[in-house]
């Protein structure tokens, strides 16, 4: 699966983004996803996971309430609708996906994932 992240871009504390990651090469409704982020002086983190149906999500808490993973399988991209941003949102985020052979099962490290989009900044002033 290639995957490609967009949609970053620069916005003030309390407004909103929403990313997308875009999926060719193989069937996108067979692979679980999922969002993680990395700032600047940082490990990467995990952000959020949708299971390959959609019907399963999972966040972290420092984002829960405020971010909404989706996923539009018969477009092949996931979302990421980011609201109430915070300064320390400001990350490269990066989509994941990898082959998922239960539709509801939700995967969270990073090690799971074998594919990998090229990040799209999201910046955060205050």
């Known amino acids: 699966v290639q995957l490609q992240a967009f949609g970053g871009g620069l916005v003030q504390a309390g407004g909103y983004l929403r990313l997308s990651c875009a999926a060719s090469?193989?069937?996108?409704?067979?692979?679980?996803m999922a969002w993680f982020r990395q700032a600047p002086g940082k490990e990467r983190e995990f952000v959020t996971a949708?299971?390959?149906?959609?019907?399963?999500?999972y966040y972290s808490d420092s984002v829960k309430g405020r971010f909404t993973i989706s996923r539009d399988n018969a477009r092949n991209t996931g979302y990421l609708q980011m609201n109430s941003l915070k300064p320390e949102d400001t990350a490269v985020y990066y989509c994941?996906?990898?082959?998922?052979?239960?539709?509801?099962?939700?995967?969270?490290?990073?090690?799971?994932?074998?594919?990998w989009g090229q990040g799209t900044q999201v910046t955060v002033s205050s």
């Open positions: 994941a996906a990898t082959y998922a052979p239960t539709s509801t099962y939700i995967y969270t490290r990073e090690r799971d994932y074998d594919y």
């Open positions: 949708i299971s390959s149906s959609g019907s399963s999500t």
């Open positions: 090469g193989r069937p996108f409704s067979r692979h679980g």
